[in-house]
């Protein structure tokens, strides 16, 4: 008899995951049997608990913070991505083999794709650029992301060592500034990504000029929570095009559901709603322009 295929996150902690949310949403719309459920691993028991997935009872699952690193040393294969990553986000046990890979960046990448339709086309002067801000593990896989698209990444972050290591890791098509050339990069990008903290939950929100930014230009954060971030709303002020985080943390849970169920699930303005909900933010569709840009195309279906 084969059982039901179990998938699950893997983090500490992961009480506040939504990623079983995401996933009981797309299995119950799609009328598939299967679960989704936390399994919380304590660090010390991280590399055990991968070494032996094959006993864990789950076909596969996401691997969050602070285990992505540890996943990645664990797999018996991983995917380009996941190499050049070191971090793995999306696990499958096929054959009693543990594989590994890294949707991070697609799911940005996808977000983008899907919420500001053509914002890689848009380049000033020949050139595409993004400007992205902070040098963390998310900064990472955003810029893997931006360069596997063809545009060149200027960074920026508080900490230049962290920005200097980061575009060591890349090569050449990654620039690092000091904030006195912000303007200068702004003026010819067409994308501006942040990747830091700022601007989260109560933080206080980057200071940044944005009259630089062309017209066409999109604004987008991988915050999430608030939606709108004090960055998007700056954007929205100057009539930029904004996307916010929650996007991409829909779209990188695409290619795991399907590996695990076999069904490529949607990311529909109902998925949207539901996960705010769950955040307890407003769920008028007209104080969500992404909503409301997709219910649009919705309904053009
Ligand atoms: P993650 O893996 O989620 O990216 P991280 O590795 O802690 O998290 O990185 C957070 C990023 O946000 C860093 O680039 C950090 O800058 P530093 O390298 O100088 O620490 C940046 N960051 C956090 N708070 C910030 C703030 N108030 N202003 C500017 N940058 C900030």
């Known amino acids: 008899m084969t059982s039901e295929p179990r998938a699950a996150v893997i983090g500490w902690p992961v009480e506040h995951s939504r990623s079983p949310l995401i996933h009981g949403h797309w299995l119950k719309t799609l009328n598939l049997a299967g679960s989704y459920e936390r399994r919380a ?56 083999r543990l594989l590994g890979s890294n949707t991070d960046g697609l799911g940005f990448l996808n977000s983008l794709d899907h919420s500001a339709p053509n914002w890689d086309k848009s380049g ?67 994308l501006l990504v942040n990747t830091t903290s700022a601007g989260m939950g109560g933080n206080p929100a980057l200071d940044i000029d944005l009259s630089p930014l062309p017209g066409n230009a999109v604004v987008t954060d991988i915050v999430y929570s608030p939606l709108m971030t004090p960055l998007l709303l700056l954007a929205r002020e100057r009539g930029l095009v ?32 539901l996960v705010l909900a769950d955040m307890g933010l407003a769920q008028d569709p007209s104080k969500d322009p992404i909503a409301a840009r997709e219910s649009t195309r919705e309904v053009g279906q």
């Open 41 to 96: 691993v304590a660090p010390d028991a991280a590399e055990s608990f991968f070494r032996s997935f094959a006993e864990s009872g789950l076909i596969g699952g996401n691997v969050t913070i602070p285990h992505k690193e540890t996943a990645f040393a664990c797999c018996d294969e991983v995917d380009e991505t996941a190499r050049a990553l070191g971090a793995v986000n999306t696990l499958v046990l096929e054959n009693g």
């Open 124 to 190: 000033e002067k020949g050139g595409k650029s993004a400007v992205v801000l902070g040098a963390g593990g998310a900064a990472r896989a955003i810029i893997w992301a931006l360069l596997a698209r063809g545009l060149t990444v200027h960074l920026f972050n508080r900490t230049r060592a962290r920005a200097d290591a980061l575009a060591d890791h890349f090569g050449s098509g990654v620039h690092v500034h000091g904030p006195e050339e912000m303007a200068a990069m702004l003026e010819g990008a067409s």
């Open 242 to 273: 904004t996307v916010d985080g929650l996007g991409m943390l829909l779209h990188q849970a695409v290619p795991g559901f399907e590996l695990w169920f076999k069904r490529r699930p949607q990311v529909t303005s109902e998925l949207r709603r």
